[in-house]
Nanobody, 126 residues
Framework: QIQLVESGGGSVQPGGSLRLSCAAS????????LAWFRQAPGKERDLVAA????????HYVYSTKGRFTITRDNAKSAVFLQMNSLKPEDTAVYYC???????????????????WGQGTQVTVSS
């Protein structure tokens, strides 16, 4: 089982930026597809972005395209989410998730991921 720990959350004004990090340990990181999900109060946990094990394929939900960027550093066993032009509706707890998936495929549903971090709070408010 791979262990995941998120960091980088916080409070920011609308239009601001944050960079989330997720550090992994316990398994060969480069064999895992990774994703960021978020859950707002009273809502379901939704996919934000996903990246394949090698980093060559990425996926974004429509609401984050052009504003968020998912990247990974396999040498450091870490995945990142750069969030720009933040909006109040981006307020949520953000979770890092991993699934053993060597190659170019990445899951897009939460139930396809086997490992989860504890989450980090992002609050966008003036």
């Amino acid at each position: 089982q791979i262990q995941l720990v998120e960091s980088g959350g916080g409070s920011v004004q609308p239009g601001g930026s944050l960079r989330l990090s997720c550090a992994a340990s316990g398994r060969t990181f480069s064999n895992y597809a990774l994703a960021w999900f978020r859950q707002a109060p009273g809502k379901e946990r939704d996919l934000v972005a996903a990246i394949s094990s090698g980093g060559g394929s990425t996926h974004y939900v429509y609401s984050t395209k052009g504003r968020f960027t998912i990247t990974r550093d396999n040498a450091k066993s870490a995945v990142f989410l750069q969030m720009n032009s933040l909006k109040p509706e981006d307020t949520a707890v953000y979770y890092c998730a991993a699934r053993y998936a060597p190659g170019t495929w990445y899951p897009t549903r939460g139930d396809e991921y086997r490992s989860w971090g504890q989450g980090t709070q992002v609050t966008v408010s003036s």
